[in-house]
């Protein structure tokens, strides 16, 4: 049982806010942080406070970051003709962990969903729709989650989006390397079905 205090608790609830922590996980951070030396707290609370004020979001493609315009965006060796659409900035960082894609991206800063009122002129598409309507890319990869909102609105995308002279593709979902069919669900079997790829 945690120490019962009102500044204990509104600590504790901070920590729940951050995604993926549950009520006993911010209850050990908090046990931690108020039990560690004070400038270790100090050195997290002024490490938060500093990139708060530092990092925002870039002025092209929506994407955190220090310099406005970010990095990728002014990159001389990205293929400007490209450009990869994600929901969140943690998809940018997912994709450029895997090392593969030179192109640029567009961060939506969320995704449709009509239940939490959340629709298209909540999302960054105008910004997007400006970049696409410059003349210079060609190619639009929608890489939206794999969820019902994700799907719908890579579906609002396609429609959108399309023009004559730019390519709109969707990501590929399916059975991840390494595993097996059997832990596999309908849902992402299906999607592997979807976008199989010729071998020969």
């Known amino acids: 049982m945690i120490l019962q205090s009102p500044s204990v608790e509104r600590l ?19 046990l931690h942080m108020l039990s560690a030396p ?13 990139a708060r004020q530092r990092i925002r979001k870039c002025s092209v493609c929506c994407n955190l970051t220090e310099i406005d315009p970010c990095p990728i965006c002014t990159s001389e060796s990205r293929d400007k003709s490209i450009v990869c659409v994600v929901e969140q900035p943690v998809g940018v960082m997912a994709i450029e962990k895997g090392g593969e894609y030179r192109g640029q991206y567009h961060v939506l800063l969320g995704v449709l969903n009509p239940l939490d009122g959340v629709g298209p002129d909540d999302l960054s598409v105008g910004r ?26 890579a579906l609002y995308l396609a ?7 730019v390519k709109v593709s969707r990501i ?26 010729p071998l020969s």
């Open 159 to 165: 429609r959108v989006l399309a023009q004559p002279d």
């Open 172 to 197: 590929a979902h399916g059975v991840p390397m390494g595993g097996g069919l059997e832990y596999a669900d309908e849902v992402t079997l299906g999607h592997a079905m979807q976008g199989r790829t």
């Open 128 to 153: 997007l729709r400006e970049r696409i309507a410059s003349g210079e890319i060609r190619e639009v990869i929608v890489a939206t989650n794999a969820t019902a909102e994700g799907e719908a609105t």
């Open 12 to 30: 504790l609830e901070a920590f729940r806010m951050l995604p993926g922590v549950g009520r006993r996980t911010a209850e050990r951070m908090t």
């Open 38 to 50: 004070e400038d270790v707290a100090m050195q997290l609370s002024e490490a938060l406070r500093d």
